[in-house]
Protein backbone atom coordinates (compact mmCIF):
# COMPACT_ATOMS: atom_id res chain seq x y z
CA UNK A 1 0.00 0.00 0.00
CA UNK A 2 1.19 3.36 -0.44
CA UNK A 3 1.22 6.55 1.71
CA UNK A 4 2.74 9.54 2.37
CA UNK A 5 4.02 11.02 6.14
CA UNK A 6 4.01 14.97 6.54
CA UNK A 7 6.28 15.17 9.57
CA UNK A 8 5.22 18.56 10.50
CA UNK A 9 1.28 20.32 10.45
CA UNK A 10 2.96 23.75 10.57
CA UNK A 11 6.04 25.05 10.06
CA UNK A 12 7.53 28.82 10.61
CA UNK A 13 10.55 30.54 9.34
CA UNK A 14 11.75 33.73 8.58
CA UNK A 15 11.59 35.49 5.24
CA UNK A 16 15.09 34.95 3.96
CA UNK A 17 15.76 32.00 5.91
CA UNK A 18 15.87 27.76 4.68
CA UNK A 19 13.02 26.17 4.23
CA UNK A 20 12.61 22.75 5.28
CA UNK A 21 9.63 20.61 4.83
CA UNK A 22 9.61 16.93 5.35
CA UNK A 23 8.09 13.99 3.79
CA UNK A 24 8.45 10.24 4.24
CA UNK A 25 6.50 7.75 1.91
CA UNK A 26 5.66 3.89 2.15
CA UNK A 27 5.54 2.52 -1.48
CA UNK A 28 4.72 -1.45 -2.53
CA UNK A 29 6.24 0.05 -5.88
CA UNK A 30 9.43 2.26 -7.29
CA UNK A 31 7.48 5.37 -6.18
CA UNK A 32 6.26 8.50 -8.24
CA UNK A 33 6.34 11.24 -6.08
CA UNK A 34 5.18 15.02 -6.04
CA UNK A 35 4.96 18.13 -4.20
CA UNK A 36 1.88 20.18 -4.86
CA UNK A 37 1.36 24.07 -3.25
CA UNK A 38 -2.00 25.07 -2.34
CA UNK A 39 -2.33 29.06 -1.95
CA UNK A 40 -5.76 29.73 0.39
CA UNK A 41 -8.59 29.32 -1.83
CA UNK A 42 -6.45 28.12 -4.55
CA UNK A 43 -6.96 25.10 -6.65
CA UNK A 44 -3.30 22.71 -6.21
CA UNK A 45 -0.27 23.55 -8.30
CA UNK A 46 2.36 21.31 -8.92
CA UNK A 47 5.71 22.01 -7.55
CA UNK A 48 8.13 19.31 -8.77
CA UNK A 49 8.26 15.93 -9.36
CA UNK A 50 9.93 12.22 -8.73
CA UNK A 51 9.73 9.63 -11.41
CA UNK A 52 12.75 7.19 -11.02
CA UNK A 53 15.00 9.74 -12.25
CA UNK A 54 17.64 12.23 -11.15
CA UNK A 55 17.44 11.68 -7.19
CA UNK A 56 18.00 15.86 -6.85
CA UNK A 57 14.60 17.25 -8.28
CA UNK A 58 14.28 21.09 -9.02
CA UNK A 59 10.83 22.80 -9.22
CA UNK A 60 9.40 26.08 -9.61
CA UNK A 61 10.00 29.34 -7.64
CA UNK A 62 13.16 27.73 -6.22
CA UNK A 63 11.88 24.59 -4.68
CA UNK A 64 13.54 21.61 -5.16
CA UNK A 65 13.09 17.84 -3.45
CA UNK A 66 15.66 14.64 -2.96
CA UNK A 67 14.55 10.84 -3.36
CA UNK A 68 16.40 8.97 -0.73
CA UNK A 69 15.13 5.67 -1.34
CA UNK A 70 17.49 4.45 2.15
CA UNK A 71 15.46 6.64 4.10
CA UNK A 72 12.28 6.55 2.16
CA UNK A 73 12.03 10.17 2.42
CA UNK A 74 11.24 13.11 -0.34
CA UNK A 75 11.72 16.74 1.49
CA UNK A 76 11.12 19.43 0.17
CA UNK A 77 13.75 22.54 0.87
CA UNK A 78 14.31 26.27 -0.41
CA UNK A 79 17.56 28.15 0.12
CA UNK A 80 15.50 31.29 1.04
CA UNK A 81 12.22 32.21 1.88
CA UNK A 82 10.07 34.81 0.31
CA UNK A 83 6.43 35.79 1.56
CA UNK A 84 4.70 34.58 -1.50
CA UNK A 85 5.78 30.65 0.10
CA UNK A 86 3.15 30.79 2.59
CA UNK A 87 0.64 27.95 1.41
CA UNK A 88 -0.08 24.79 2.41
CA UNK A 89 2.34 21.93 0.76
CA UNK A 90 1.21 18.37 0.05
CA UNK A 91 3.38 15.25 -0.40
CA UNK A 92 1.79 12.98 -2.73
CA UNK A 93 2.89 9.58 -4.05
CA UNK A 94 1.57 7.46 -6.61
CA UNK A 95 0.28 4.04 -6.97
CA UNK A 96 2.78 2.98 -9.50
CA UNK A 97 5.22 4.80 -11.94
CA UNK A 98 2.38 5.95 -14.83
CA UNK A 99 -0.63 4.98 -12.72
CA UNK A 100 -3.69 7.58 -11.50
CA UNK A 101 -4.20 7.32 -8.08
CA UNK A 102 -2.87 9.95 -5.84
CA UNK A 103 -2.13 9.54 -2.39
CA UNK A 104 -1.68 12.77 -0.47
CA UNK A 105 -0.35 13.72 2.79
CA UNK A 106 -2.06 15.62 5.14
CA UNK A 107 -0.09 18.74 4.54
CA UNK A 108 2.10 21.23 5.90
CA UNK A 109 1.07 24.78 5.97
CA UNK A 110 3.97 26.96 5.82
CA UNK A 111 4.17 30.63 7.48
CA UNK A 112 6.81 33.22 6.84
CA UNK A 113 7.63 35.88 9.23
CA UNK A 114 8.74 38.98 7.48
CA UNK B 1 -4.54 27.17 -22.64
CA UNK B 2 -7.24 27.79 -19.77
CA UNK B 3 -6.25 25.49 -17.59
CA UNK B 4 -9.01 23.15 -15.53
CA UNK B 5 -11.93 24.63 -15.36
CA UNK B 6 -14.75 24.39 -12.74
CA UNK B 7 -18.03 26.19 -11.79
CA UNK B 8 -19.83 27.11 -10.02
CA UNK B 9 -16.19 28.31 -7.14
CA UNK B 10 -19.16 28.52 -4.18
CA UNK B 11 -22.30 26.60 -3.64
CA UNK B 12 -24.09 26.96 -0.67
CA UNK B 13 -27.15 24.83 -0.91
CA UNK B 14 -30.04 23.38 1.66
CA UNK B 15 -29.90 19.90 2.63
CA UNK B 16 -31.65 17.41 0.44
CA UNK B 17 -31.29 19.65 -2.53
CA UNK B 18 -29.27 18.36 -5.42
CA UNK B 19 -26.02 19.95 -6.27
CA UNK B 20 -24.15 19.71 -9.42
CA UNK B 21 -20.58 20.50 -10.05
CA UNK B 22 -19.22 21.04 -13.62
CA UNK B 23 -15.38 20.93 -14.81
CA UNK B 24 -13.88 21.12 -18.25
CA UNK B 25 -10.48 19.30 -18.47
CA UNK B 26 -7.75 20.76 -20.12
CA UNK B 27 -8.27 20.59 -24.05
CA UNK B 28 -6.43 17.19 -25.07
CA UNK B 29 -6.61 15.08 -21.50
CA UNK B 30 -7.60 12.34 -21.62
CA UNK B 31 -8.17 11.13 -17.64
CA UNK B 32 -10.52 13.23 -15.97
CA UNK B 33 -10.16 13.35 -11.72
CA UNK B 34 -12.96 14.10 -8.89
CA UNK B 35 -11.32 15.00 -5.44
CA UNK B 36 -12.78 16.05 -2.57
CA UNK B 37 -10.97 18.04 0.46
CA UNK B 38 -12.17 18.41 3.94
CA UNK B 39 -10.43 19.15 7.38
CA UNK B 40 -11.07 15.73 8.47
CA UNK B 41 -9.67 13.24 5.12
CA UNK B 42 -7.66 15.28 3.45
CA UNK B 43 -8.01 15.42 0.13
CA UNK B 44 -9.37 12.20 -1.42
CA UNK B 45 -10.03 10.64 -4.86
CA UNK B 46 -13.33 10.27 -5.63
CA UNK B 47 -13.41 8.90 -8.98
CA UNK B 48 -11.86 8.94 -12.52
CA UNK B 49 -12.25 8.87 -16.12
CA UNK B 50 -10.19 7.39 -19.14
CA UNK B 51 -11.59 8.31 -22.64
CA UNK B 52 -14.86 9.45 -20.83
CA UNK B 53 -15.08 5.98 -19.00
CA UNK B 54 -15.38 5.83 -15.59
CA UNK B 55 -12.38 3.64 -14.46
CA UNK B 56 -12.26 3.97 -10.43
CA UNK B 57 -15.41 4.34 -8.52
CA UNK B 58 -14.04 3.44 -5.05
CA UNK B 59 -13.75 6.64 -3.70
CA UNK B 60 -17.25 7.81 -4.15
CA UNK B 61 -18.70 8.23 -0.63
CA UNK B 62 -21.90 6.59 -1.47
CA UNK B 63 -25.10 5.96 -3.60
CA UNK B 64 -25.83 9.73 -3.33
CA UNK B 65 -22.79 10.61 -5.37
CA UNK B 66 -23.07 10.11 -9.15
CA UNK B 67 -20.24 11.17 -12.12
CA UNK B 68 -20.76 11.69 -15.76
CA UNK B 69 -18.33 12.31 -18.49
CA UNK B 70 -20.59 12.70 -21.80
CA UNK B 71 -17.63 14.11 -23.44
CA UNK B 72 -14.09 14.29 -23.52
CA UNK B 73 -14.19 17.98 -22.29
CA UNK B 74 -17.29 17.84 -19.67
CA UNK B 75 -17.91 16.05 -16.62
CA UNK B 76 -20.36 16.34 -13.54
CA UNK B 77 -20.33 15.30 -10.23
CA UNK B 78 -23.60 15.39 -8.60
CA UNK B 79 -24.96 14.99 -5.30
CA UNK B 80 -28.29 13.99 -4.47
CA UNK B 81 -29.99 14.63 -1.72
CA UNK B 82 -26.81 17.04 -0.54
CA UNK B 83 -26.29 16.33 3.62
CA UNK B 84 -24.07 18.40 5.74
CA UNK B 85 -21.45 16.35 6.08
CA UNK B 86 -20.62 16.87 2.37
CA UNK B 87 -19.53 20.18 2.73
CA UNK B 88 -15.85 20.17 1.44
CA UNK B 89 -13.57 21.48 -1.98
CA UNK B 90 -14.31 19.16 -4.72
CA UNK B 91 -11.52 19.42 -7.16
CA UNK B 92 -11.19 18.40 -10.71
CA UNK B 93 -8.03 17.37 -11.99
CA UNK B 94 -7.07 16.22 -15.67
CA UNK B 95 -4.04 14.67 -17.31
CA UNK B 96 -2.58 12.70 -20.46
CA UNK B 97 -0.33 10.01 -21.40
CA UNK B 98 1.29 9.98 -25.25
CA UNK B 99 4.71 12.81 -26.42
CA UNK B 100 5.45 14.74 -23.19
CA UNK B 101 2.39 13.01 -21.46
CA UNK B 102 3.12 11.95 -17.79
CA UNK B 103 2.01 11.62 -14.34
CA UNK B 104 1.19 14.90 -13.62
CA UNK B 105 -2.50 15.67 -13.08
CA UNK B 106 -3.40 19.26 -13.20
CA UNK B 107 -5.69 20.54 -10.93
CA UNK B 108 -8.61 22.88 -11.11
CA UNK B 109 -9.61 25.78 -8.70
CA UNK B 110 -12.06 24.12 -6.81
CA UNK B 111 -15.74 23.92 -5.65
CA UNK B 112 -16.25 25.22 -2.05
CA UNK B 113 -19.37 23.30 -1.50
CA UNK B 114 -21.73 24.21 1.80
CA UNK B 115 -24.86 21.99 2.90
CA UNK B 116 -26.84 24.35 4.81
Known amino acids: AQSVTQLDSHVSVSEGTPVLLRCNYSSSYSPSLFWYVQHPNKGLQLLLK??????LVKGINGFEAEFKKSETSFHLTKPSAHMSDAAEYFC????????????FGTGTRLTVIP | DAGVIQSPRHEVTEMGQEVTLRCKPISGHDYLFWYRQTMMRGLELLIY??????IDDSGMPEDRFSAKMPNASFSTLKIQPSEPRDSAVYFC????WGQGGSETQYFGPGTRLLVL
Open chain 2, 93 to 96: ASKT
Open chain 1, 92 to 103: VVSDQTGANNLF
Open chain 2, 49 to 54: FNNNVP
Open chain 1, 50 to 55: YTSAAT
